[in-house]
């Protein structure tokens, strides 16, 4: 049978409320009573019901998560971390796949009317202002990436163009100055955007001109576009001495179609990433990548959420999320 309260309480002889007021981390409980009411817990086994506390306070204990890929490792990678973040806060996670379509980021962005959700985190690829304009459902929203809106919510995101920039600073310093960019989008995508104009930048810094034709256009983000891209940039007869890829998986996949045309990465072909996923760490050869603090992104994302449902009044924030380039064998080599 399942444990109550009331049964706490009888065994370390206090009042419900008692055992309620350490249940549910109330401050006005001492230090004894706190640890004599948590042994009992501990020996009966007692599990609070997370359904019925947050439908006490009018809510349903499920935060969605509408991510536009689920196969990127950068996406699995941060949905596990606010699943987590979620945890702490007795939050179960609700996720959703958009595919980066904006009909599809419509749909779960004003899709959400059954009440089945305290509230939404959304990653938009292609989703427009006027389209949030129109959400008729108020649960609290919170925005991730690199799409740029001007509206009433909270949006965390890292700086693409100064990440981008130190990611070229690092090839540049290396002595590489044919520095290709894969990933450049067939499309709006404000995140390539972005990170080309980093690329611009640290180019023009060190006084070099940048060469559009080492510029390299996908249709997606995977290992097959960057193979597609690098293969392509070969084949044009450009030969970069560094490759400043979009995502690692972009990297990787350029990676593969260097070594099958003979070329040594880092020795001929310098290659840095972007996420620091989980798979560029453990290939033959390891690879240079942007680490985004995802930890932080997912623990903003959903203390965001949580502080608007709390009644949290302040102004939009726009949360800057930190970032490093974390060196590896793909630019300087076996150490």
């Not at 306070?57 to 509408?66: D, F, M, S, W, Y």
């Not at 595919?99 to 009317?113: D, K, M, N, T």
């Amino acid at each position: 049978m399942r444990v109550s309260l009331k049964d706490v309480a009888l065994h370390a002889g206090v009042s419900v409320k008692t055992v309620s007021n350490v249940v549910n981390d109330f401050p006005h409980v001492t230090e004894a009573m706190r640890a004599r009411v948590q042994r009992s817990i501990d020996e009966l086994g007692y599990r609070p019901n997370l359904t019925a506390r947050h439908l006490r306070k009018g809510r349903t204990g499920i935060v969605a998560l509408a991510l536009p890929e689920l196969g990127n490792p950068y996406f699995a990678e941060l949905a596990a971390e606010i699943v987590d973040a979620a945890a702490a806060h007795d939050y179960t996670v609700l996720l959703d796949h958009t595919g980066g379509r904006r009909e599809r980021e419509i749909l779960v962005s004003q899709g959400f009317r059954t009440r089945v959700i305290d509230g939404l985190i959304l990653s938009p690829i292609e989703l427009e202002a006027e389209d949030l304009e129109e959400r008729a459902e108020q649960v609290p929203v919170v925005l991730l990436g690199e799409r740029e809106y001007d509206l009433p919510y909270d949006h965390i995101a890292i700086d693409n163009v100064a990440a981008a920039r130190e990611a070229v600073r690092h090839l540049l310093s290396l002595g590489r100055r044919d520095v290709a960019f894969l990933g450049a989008r067939r499309g709006s995508s404000q995140p390539a955007r972005l990170r080309l104009l980093g690329w611009r930048q640290a180019l023009d810094e060190a006084g070099l001109v940048a060469d559009d034709r080492l510029i390299a256009a996908t249709d997606g983000w995977g290992h097959a576009d960057g193979a597609a891209a690098m293969a392509a940039l070969l084949d044009a007869g450009h030969r970069p001495d560094a490759v400043f890829a979009y995502n690692d998986l972009i990297a990787i996949g350029a990676m593969r179609v260097l070594h099958e045309r003979g070329l040594r990465v880092p020795e001929d072909v310098a290659v840095v990433g972007f996420d620091d996923v989980v798979e560029g760490r453990f290939g033959a050869v390891t690879l240079t990548s942007v680490s985004p603090d995802k930890a932080f992104i997912a623990r903003q994302a959903v203390e965001s959420v949580l502080s608007r449902l709390g009644g949290a009044r302040h102004e939009p924030r726009r949360i800057h999320a930190g970032h490093c380039l974390v060196r590896r064998e793909s630019t300087l080599g076996r150490v």
